[in-house]
Nanobody, 129 residues
Framework: QVQLAESGGGLVQAGNSLRLSCAAS????????MGWFRQAPGKEREFIAA????????YYADSVKGRFTISRDNAKNTVHLQMNSLKPEDTAVYYC??????????????????????WGQGTQVTVSS
């Protein structure tokens, strides 16, 4: 198993940046694909970004492509989400998640939420206009 803890959320003005971090416990972190999701009030949890166990493959939702960057440091058991050019519609609780059974690719035409078995508690990001 793995336990995940997000940090780095906060209140920012539109156009600014935030960097979220997710610290993972457990011996097998480097073998898990990792993802970031978000959930706004009254909306379903949605996929934002994912990264393969090696970091060699990354995936992004269209809504954040070109603005957000996912990265990982397997030596430190951490994954990050650099968020630039933030918009008010990015306001949500952001969750880190782990996929222990990554098959080598994600088909983003389908929901990938259920590929991820372990979840953090979330960190609030609020973007003011």
């Amino acid at each position: 198993q793995v336990q995940l803890a997000e940090s780095g959320g906060g209140l920012v003005q539109a156009g600014n940046s935030l960097r979220l971090s997710c610290a993972a416990s457990g011996r097998f972190f480097s073998s898990y694909a990792m993802g970031w999701f978000r959930q706004a009030p009254g909306k379903e949890r949605e996929f934002i970004a994912a990264i393969s166990w090696s970091g060699g493959a990354t995936y992004y939702a269209d809504s954040v492509k070109g603005r957000f960057t996912i990265s990982r440091d397997n030596a430190k058991n951490t994954v990050h989400l650099q968020m630039n050019s933030l918009k008010p519609e990015d306001t949500a609780v952001y969750y880190c998640a782990a996929d222990p059974d990554y098959s080598g690719s994600y088909d983003l035409r389908k929901t990938v939420l259920y590929e991820f078995d372990y979840w953090g508690q979330g960190t609030q990001v609020t973007v003011s206009s």
